[in-house]
């Protein structure tokens, strides 16, 4: 029989790439990757993530996906060997009434025992939260950003200046709770929160809780972690943690002008054409025409026209796994918001300068090259 891992190994060969280029476009880790290809399967949390990840490594390499499934079914088929007992024919030693009787009885059991357990054990059976046999983490953050899967009682270390400020995970449940120098922050799957690490005012550090199941503390929380910049920080000390259709310079030294000087701001489209795999997220700024954040894991061949009149803030786990152009005022113009493999925050939006002018502005919020 043809062998799942074989065909995944030939295909990555033949296309001349490396497992850390694989993870990096497609965000898998790379022991899944290997694990994939030795047909170990043993380290997937579950059968519904083989197939997912077996769905995108396939797609990847541009194999037929549906091929690639029913060779791993196929593969755990073999797995299950058949009881000895079945391949024995034995006359059976009971009147054929009792067999039937005997099913039904032992469902009728199942069934009062599931009951009973519902109504009476689960209640009174503790929550453990903590994943077993585990001790804590902890980790120090490097460089401008960090993710990574946090479980119950880990904790990091943000460096700022010359101190060293640490953030612990304290709960998993219907929400995920962590706990900083100021207080207690409280998550939800996709949300943010800016933190206040030395107590002056002024946010330095931004959480995104990425990923995580209610009420599965063995999952973990995947958290991502950045330092905003002089950018980031100017606009929320001058207006709260809020997003503005407009401010005035300063700008960071990480702007760059896409469309130039016009005596008002107008509507303008980011149009953006994927060659390649990556988590893109997005939302429009300015309160009046906000809508929810939107995130989607994008493929080859997926397009997308977003339409803002103040600005857009836009993050992507691979900055160059599209290509980005803006459209207004009749000019439509390429834009670069960073180099392959790049994870960057950026918005795109109108900036009015001093002579009361107004610049539609690339504003990088955060890069980085760490993988995730």
Not at 41 to 63: C, H, M, Q, R, S
Not at 274 to 282: G, K, S, T
Request: charged content about 25%; overall charge negative; aromatic content about 10%.
């Amino acid at each position: 029989m043809e062998s799942l891992g074989e065909k995944l190994k030939e295909a990555r060969v033949e296309k001349g790439l490396s497992f850390d280029q694989i993870s990096r476009e497609t965000n898998i880790l790379i022991r899944y990757l290997e694990a994939l290809e030795t047909e170990n399967f043993t380290v997937f949390p579950g059968e519904p993530y083989v197939i997912g990840f077996l769905k995108n490594y396939g797609a990847y390499l541009d194999l037929d996906v549906q091929k690639l499934i029913s060779l791993y079914r196929a593969f755990r088929i073999q797995e299950q060997p058949i009881p000895v007992e079945q391949l024995l024919k034995h006359p059976p030693k009971f009147p054929k009434f009792i067999i039937p009787a005997a099913a039904v009885l032992l469902i009728a059991c199942g069934i009062g025992w599931g009951v009973y357990y519902l109504l009476f054990v689960r209640e009174r059976k503790p929550v453990d939260n903590k994943p077993s046999s585990r001790q804590p983490s902890e980790y120090v953050m490097e460089g401008n950003s960090m993710e990574r899967r946090f479980y119950r009682s880990d904790s990091v270390l943000i460096p700022i200046d010359t101190s060293m400020y640490k953030l612990e995970l304290a709960n998993l449940g219907e929400v995920v709770t962590i706990r900083t120098p100021g207080g207690s922050v409280i998550l939800d799957l996709s949300q943010e929160a800016n933190i206040d690490l030395n107590n002056d005012g002024i946010p330095e550090l931004r959480v995104t809780l990425a990923d995580f199941a209610k009420n599965n503390a063995d999952m973990g929380a995947l958290l991502h972690f950045y330092l905003m910049d002089a950018a980031a920080l100017y606009d929320i000390a001058a207006h709260g943690d809020q997003d503005i259709p407009y401010t005035s310079s300063p700008v960071s030294s990480s702007s760059t002008i896409v469309l130039p000087a016009a005596p008002s701001a107008f509507p303008f489209t980011l149009q953006a054409s994927f060659q390649n795999y990556c988590m893109f997220r997005w939302e429009i700024l300015d309160e009046r025409d906000r809508r929810d954040r939107i995130e989607r894991y994008l493929q080859r061949s997926d397009e997308l026209n977003i339409q803002a009149q103040n600005g857009i803030r836009i993050w992507t786990s691979n900055a160059q796994a599209g290509k980005f152009q803006v459209i207004g005022g009749g000019r439509t113009i390429p834009v670069e918001i960073g180099g392959a493999g790049e994870v960057v925050v950026v918005d795109i939006r109108w900036i009015r300068d001093e002579n009361n002018q107004f610049r539609l502005m690339l504003i990088r919020l955060e890069t980085s090259t760490s993988p995730i």
